[in-house]
Structures are given as C-alpha cells and as structure tokens.
T-cell receptor, first 116, second 117 residues
Framework: DAGVTQSPTHLIKTRGQQVTLRCSPK?????VSWYQQALGQGPQFIFQ?????ERQRGNFPDRFSGHQFPNYSSELNVNALLLGDSALYLC?????WGAGGNQPQHFGDGTRLSIL | AQKVTQAQTEISVVEKEDVTLDCVYE???????LFWYKQPPSGELVFLIR??????QNEISGRYSWNFQKSTSSFNFTITASQVVDSAVYFC??????????????FGQGTILTVHP
C-alpha cells in the first residue's frame, strides 16, 4: 500500500523563478493538503484540496497556488520565488474532507526547496 | 485563531529514562482534535495519535501514553523507558471542526528529543 509520494525530493531555484511540486496521495485518500516547514519550525498550512477545489487556505500570498486532478493527485505552484520560500514542502493526504476535521493526515517525505 | 505551544525546544535523556513532552493549545472551537506527530531525520511526519475534545480518557500504546486535560488545555505525551530510536522531533497539532479551522492542522514549534545510549 503506497503512502504519500512527493516529487522531486530536492530542488534548487533562483529568485524570481517559478516552481511546481507534485504529490500523489495515499491509496484511498481524496483530500490533499500542503504545508511549508522552515528550518527549525513547525509546518505551516498553505491550502487544502478536495474534489478539485481549494477548500481551506492558510496565510500565504497569491504567489502560492495549487491544483488537484481527478485522480486526487495535486500540484503546488509558487511564482516569483523569494529567498524566504526556501523550506521543506510537505504534502499530506486524508480520507474525505467532508467527514470532519478529525481525519488523520498522512505525510510524504517532502520536497526540499532551496532558493539562491 | 488556533495556537499550539510546545515550551520545550530540546530535551536530552539517557536511554531507559521516562520523558514527557508538553503541549498547550488555544482554540475557540467547541469540537476540536489533537494530534501528535513524530518527525525523524528523514523528514516524513509520522502520525502517532488523535484525540477528540469530548474524550478525555488517557491512552496508552506500548511505551507511549497521552494525558489530555481539557481544564488546562494540555495534551502531554510520555515515552516510558526511552530508546535511541525515539530520537526525533515531536510535534503537537490541533484542528477544528468548523469554519477556518476545519480540516487544517496547526502545529506547535516542535520538541527535539535526543536519547543517548
């Protein structure tokens, strides 16, 4: 049973560039969330997708956007990259957003994004 | 707004010692959920436990136990007879059941636990 998979594992970009990160949820899960984890900090919620729609959004600028596909996989796009965007980006999946906020979220290994 | 505070930044113990990780939370939701996650050096967050706000029973799973006290807004995590493999960063997290807190996790800053042989 495959868990949450993310790609790529590592990525190096320069300021001003754009990046796309990808996530495949755990089998049986239909809800995908994205988190940003700066070094030494706890993860910060970016947004959550269910039925191909953004359902919740954290305090992140519009430079951060996402998409969910019919097969439940998801992408996180970040435009006009800043040095402060350097972080570990974690994808999490859970079963049925509509079932309630108590669903445990299962995380992938993350994508380490470095901005030069 | 929801908030989770883990006052202990780092804890260092010797193997076989018991260790307690503290977690205090703030929320305006009537119904909410508390979680603990473990993050080993590989980076993946591993789900350990979920607790509902209306269930204050303590829980034990092997060497792990959790003490939920609604009166003090605390959800502490104890590892009994710690082992080197327990070394990791531990996060306490909170989600609500309505409005802007629905389905999204608010994490604490994490506690780095180091268990020495």
């Amino acid at each position: 049973d495959a868990g949450v998979t993310q790609s790529p594992t590592h990525l190096i970009k320069t300021r001003g560039q754009q990046v796309t990160l990808r996530c495949s949820p755990k089998s049986g899960h239909d809800t995908v969330s994205w988190y940003q984890q700066a070094l030494g900090q706890g993860p910060q919620f970016i947004f959550q997708y269910y039925e191909e729609e953004e359902r919740q959004r954290g305090n992140f600028p519009d430079r951060f956007s996402g998409h969910q596909f019919p097969n439940y996989s998801s992408e996180l796009n970040v435009n006009a990259l800043l040095l402060g965007d350097s972080a570990l980006y974690l994808c999490a999946s859970s079963s049925t957003w509509g079932a309630g906020g108590n669903q445990p979220q299962h995380f992938g290994d993350g994508t380490r994004l470095s901005i030069l | 707004a929801q908030k989770v505070t883990q006052a202990q930044t780092e804890i260092s113990v010797v193997e076989k010692e018991d260790v307690t990780l503290d977690c205090v939370y703030e929320t305006r939701d009537t119904t909410y959920y508390l979680f603990w996650y473990k993050q080993p050096p590989s980076g993946e967050l591993v789900f350990l436990i979920r607790r509902n706000s209306f269930d204050e029973q303590n829980e034990i799973s092997g060497r792990y136990s959790w003490n939920f006290q609604k009166s003090t807004s605390s959800f502490n995590f104890t590892i009994t007879a710690s082992q080197v493999v327990d070394s990791a960063v531990y996060f306490c997290a909170l989600s609500g059941d309505g409005g802007t807190s629905y389905g999204k996790l608010t994490f604490g800053q994490g506690t780095i636990l180091t268990v020495h042989p």
